[in-house]
């Protein structure tokens, strides 16, 4: 079975500095990978996916996110952080295949300072 | 109504009573979904319907009783619920052949 893991629970950025958020996933083959937000008392909002092709994705926001298969890993960037980018982000992962199912990891709480 | 909308958005109940979350989805999908997410936890997919079909069932307690009568709308039944079930429930949805998923903002349950 597939898992993900967000190791930094808490980050904290000034406004204008650039952002990455850290994703490690642990999968047979590639998974399809995906990066989600969820702002307080919302639901999750889908920043960017990756199926297959080019490794960079681009979202919405002006994320970006890389897929790099020799390190398991899919981290989440963003090059100025804006006051309204304070939320949790999400890392999560389907196996192909597998069903449409999907596994989330425990989440990284980004605060923004002004 | 666009996207997935999800009613009440808050809900406290006593662990006697008997409650329904609702889910509606206007995107035209075929696969439904209800989640748990509990603090400092990850997200848990507790049940999936496919084509109105439940495919998956995450070891949940009975006192959760899903009910998806049509591709458009979820029903999530609570009945003697814990202390410990009070968390925020998502449903999202989606189509069978992708993995992407659509959330709902959430019902934010308290059971007292």
């Known amino acids: 079975a597939q898992s993900v893991t967000q190791p930094d629970i808490h980050i904290t950025v000034s406004e204008g500095a650039s952002l990455e958020l850290r994703c490690n996933y642990s999968y047979g083959a590639t998974p399809y990978l995906f990066w989600y937000v969820q702002s307080p008392g919302q639901g999750l909002q889908l920043l960017l996916k990756?199926?297959?092709?080019?490794?960079l994705v681009q979202g919405i926001k002006g994320f970006e996110a890389e897929f790099k298969r020799s390190q398991s890993s899919f981290n989440l960037r963003k090059p100025s952080v804006h006051w309204s980018d304070a939320a949790e982000y999400f890392c999560a992962v389907a196996a192909r295949g597998g069903g449409n199912k999907l596994t989330f990891g425990t989440g990284t709480q980004l605060k923004v300072e002004l | 109504e666009t996207g997935v909308t999800q009613t009440p958005r808050h809900l406290v109940m006593g662990m006697t009573n008997k409650k329904s979350l609702k889910c509606e989805q206007h995107?035209?999908?075929?696969?439904m979904y209800w989640y748990k997410q509990s603090a400092k936890k990850p997200l848990e997919l507790m049940f999936v319907y496919n084509f109105k079909e439940q495919t998956e069932n995450n070891s949940v307690p009975s006192r959760f009783s899903p009910e998806c009568p049509n591709s458009s709308h979820l029903f999530l039944h609570l009945h003697t619920l814990q202390p410990e079930d009070s968390a925020l429930y998502l449903c999202?949805?989606?189509?069978?052949?992708?993995?992407?998923?659509?959330f709902g903002p959430g019902t934010r349950l308290t059971v007292l």
């Open positions: 990756y199926f297959s092709g080019d490794t």
């Open positions: 995107l035209g999908h075929n696969a």
């Open positions: 999202a949805s989606g189509l069978v052949e992708f993995d992407e998923q659509f």
